[in-house]
């Protein structure tokens, strides 16, 4: 998540050299991305890796727009839309509020998308060498709920 009111240092108390943050809108993986958790773990040995989601995020009712009603969005905002609209989908069945389902869903396959990744990755969860959770964030209380 990229959300200005939510700072990962901020949601957790830590401090400088705590973590080791790789940021993208409802954080999907991209390439990039990986390849910053990739480092964070394989050199800097990181024990942990959590995908953090939070409540009310734009990019989120922006992704369920696209599939709902079709919208394209300009630029390359499509491709941050599209990259959610498999969590958009799955959550579609499931009981309770529609919104919170998604961003809960997309943690989830961004966990396990994490945890099957190869090379390194996929190699260190195997060998129980690096944890890979993901929680919620709620703007209300400041809460982390762990989803997965
Ligand atoms: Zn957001």
């Known amino acids: 998540m990229s959300d200005s009111r939510v ?3 901020f949601c957790f108390d830590e401090q400088r050299g705590d973590l080791f ?8 993986l991209t390439t990039d991305c ?12 990181t024990p942990l890796i ?12 922006a992704a369920i727009d696209a599939v709902d009603k079709n919208r394209q969005f300009p630029g ?10 498999p969590a958009v989908r799955a959550a579609k069945t499931l009981p309770g509020e529609r919104f919170e389902n998604v961003v809960r869903m997309n943690v989830i396959r961004n966990v ?3 945890r099957k990744q190869p ?16 929680g919620v964030y709620s703007l209300k209380t400041g809460e982390v709920t762990l989803v997965a």
């Open 76 to 85: 390359h905002i499509q491709s941050m839309a599209s990259a959610l609209a």
């Open 50 to 61: 959590m995908a953090l989601g939070h409540e009310s995020c734009g990019a989120v009712g």
């Open 34 to 45: 990986v390849a910053t958790l990739e480092y964070a773990a394989a050199v800097l040995h």
């Open 119 to 134: 090379p390194i990755l996929s190699k260190l969860v195997e060998e129980r060498k690096i944890l890979v959770v993901g």
């Open 21 to 28: 943050v790789a940021r993208v809108a409802v954080n999907y």
């Open 112 to 114: 396990d998308k994490l």
């Open 7 to 9: 700072s990962p240092e």
